[in-house]
C-alpha cells in the first residue's frame, strides 16, 4: 500500500513556464515532507522541505506548498531551467519505533524543454 | 568532500552467489539507511541503523543482512542473490533523528542477479 503517490511519472514543461509537480499521501500523522531531486546515475538529493504545520515553504525558484484537508503537497518551480530535467521524488517522514522513518513517492520526470 | 561512497557502482551476480555492498560516510552521521528502487516503485527501505553497533529493520529485510561495526561504515550483504534482487540500491546518512532531517544519499550500486 502506497502512502506516499506520485501519479504523474513524467512531465514535459517550456523553459521560462512553471513546473508543478504533485505528491499525495495517505497517512495524517506524517511529520515532515521533503522533495527531492535525482539526476542519472546520481544519489537523490534534497531540495526543499515542508513542516505538516505549515501550508507553504519557499526557497528562491522553488515553493513546496501542503494542504493537510486534500492529504496533496505540491511543488512549484518558476520558472524551470534546462538543468531542472531530472526525477523528483516526494518523501513523508513520520517517526516509528522511536525512530524516523522516510516514506518516498515513486517519483516524477521533469523535462524542460529549452 | 566525499559524501556518502557506494562501493561497488555495478555487479552481477548468478543467483545464488553472496556479495557485500559497502557505504561510507564521512560526515560524521549516527543514522544510516539501506534502500532499493525498483521501477514503478519509491526507494524502499532495507534496513537502517542509528548508530555504531545497531541495526533494524525496514520496509523490506528479507534475503538482506547489515552490519555497522563502524561509525562511518554501513554494509548491506546479500549471502544468496535471488533474481528479485535486481535493483538499483542508495545508502544514506543523516545527522540525527529529526522528522526534518536531511538525507544524503550515495550515487547507487546496480545490481543484476541472473
Known amino acids: 500500500d502506497q502512502q506516499v503517490k506520485q501519479n504523474s511519472p513524467s512531465l514535459s514543461v517550456q523553459e521560462g513556464r512553471i513546473s508543478i509537480l504533485n505528491c499525495d499521501y495517505t497517512n495524517s500523522m506524517f511529520d515532515y515532507f521533503l522533495w527531492y531531486k535525482k539526476y542519472p546515475a546520481e544519489g537523490p538529493t534534497f531540495l526543499i522541505s515542508i513542516s505538516s504545520i505549515k501550508d507553504k515553504n519557499e526557497d528562491g525558484r522553488f515553493t513546496v506548498f501542503l494542504n493537510k484537508s486534500a492529504k496533496h503537497l505540491s511543488l512549484h518551480i518558476v520558472p524551470s531551467q534546462p538543468g531542472d530535467s531530472a526525477v523528483y521524488f516526494c518523501?513523508?517522514?513520520?517517526?516509528?519505533?522511536?525512530?524516523?522513518?522516510?516514506?518516498f513517492g515513486t517519483g516524477t520526470r521533469l523535462k524542460v524543454l529549452a | 568532500n566525499a559524501g556518502v561512497t557506494q562501493t561497488p557502482k555495478f555487479r552481477v551476480l548468478k543467483t545464488g552467489q553472496s556479495m557485500t555492498l559497502l557505504c561510507a560516510q564521512d560526515?560524521?552521521?549516527?543514522?544510516m539507511y539501506w534502500y532499493r528502487q525498483d521501477p514503478g516503485m519509491g526507494l524502499r527501505l532495507i534496513h537502517y541503523?542509528?548508530?555504531?553497533?545497531?541495526?533494524a529493520k525496514g520496509e523490506v529485510p528479507d534475503g538482506y543482512n547489515v552490519s555497522r561495526l563502524k561509525k562511518q561504515n554501513f554494509l548491506l550483504g546479500l549471502e544468496s542473490a535471488a533474481p528479485s534482487q535486481t535493483s538499483v540500491y542508495f545508502c544514506?546518512?543523516?545527522?540525527?533523528?529529526?522528522?526534518?532531517?536531511?538525507?544524503?544519499f550515495g550515487a547507487g550500486t546496480r545490481l543484476s542477479v541472473l
Open positions: 518523501a513523508a517522514s513520520m517517526k516509528t519505533s522511536g525512530t524516523y522513518k522516510y516514506i
Open positions: 560526515m560524521n552521521h549516527e543514522y
Open positions: 541503523s542509528v548508530g555504531e553497533g545497531t541495526t
Open positions: 544514506a546518512s543523516c545527522r540525527a533523528n529529526l522528522a526534518k532531517n536531511i538525507q544524503y
